[in-house]
């Protein structure tokens, strides 16, 4: 069974900058879409940013565009979100997901993924 693990989380300071990380076991993320969600306690799970199979095409949730970038390195098979700016509002349990597409498409959508990190804490809090 492929694994997916997040890693990167933590405190910030409102205003600061962290980097999450995503790698997986068992597949080759060179060959999958791969996106972050996020989720709060008592709220829904909301996308924040996804990455296409070759890195060309990504999207990002209107909350998070202009401060985020997500970024892969298929060399070392990796996926990144670079997070700057950080607000209180970012404060959440962050997911990585990714699906076998070769179709070089991007998706917020969590029924359009199949495996799933367990994921990694950011607060961002003075």
């Known amino acids: 069974q492929p694994q997916v693990v997040e890693s990167g989380g933590g405190l910030v300071q409102p205003g600061g900058s962290l980097s999450l990380s995503c790698a997986a076991s068992?597949?080759?993320?060179?060959?999958?879409?791969v996106a972050w969600f996020r989720q709060v306690p008592g709220k829904e799970r909301e996308g924040v940013s996804s990455?296409?199979?070759?890195?060309?095409?990504?999207n990002y949730a209107d909350s998070v565009k202009g401060r985020f970038t997500i970024s892969r390195d298929n060399a070392k098979d990796m996926v990144y979100l670079q997070m700057n700016n950080l607000k209180p509002e970012d404060t959440a349990v962050y997911y990585c997901?990714?699906?076998?597409?070769?179709?070089?498409?991007?998706?917020?959508?969590?029924?359009?993924?199949?495996?799933w990190g367990q994921g990694t804490q950011v607060t961002v809090s003075s």
């Open positions: 997901a990714v699906v076998w597409q070769r179709t070089q498409t991007t998706s917020l959508l969590e029924d359009d993924y199949d495996y």
């Open positions: 068992g597949l080759t993320l060179y060959y999958y879409m």
């Open positions: 990455i296409s199979d070759n890195g060309v095409n990504t």
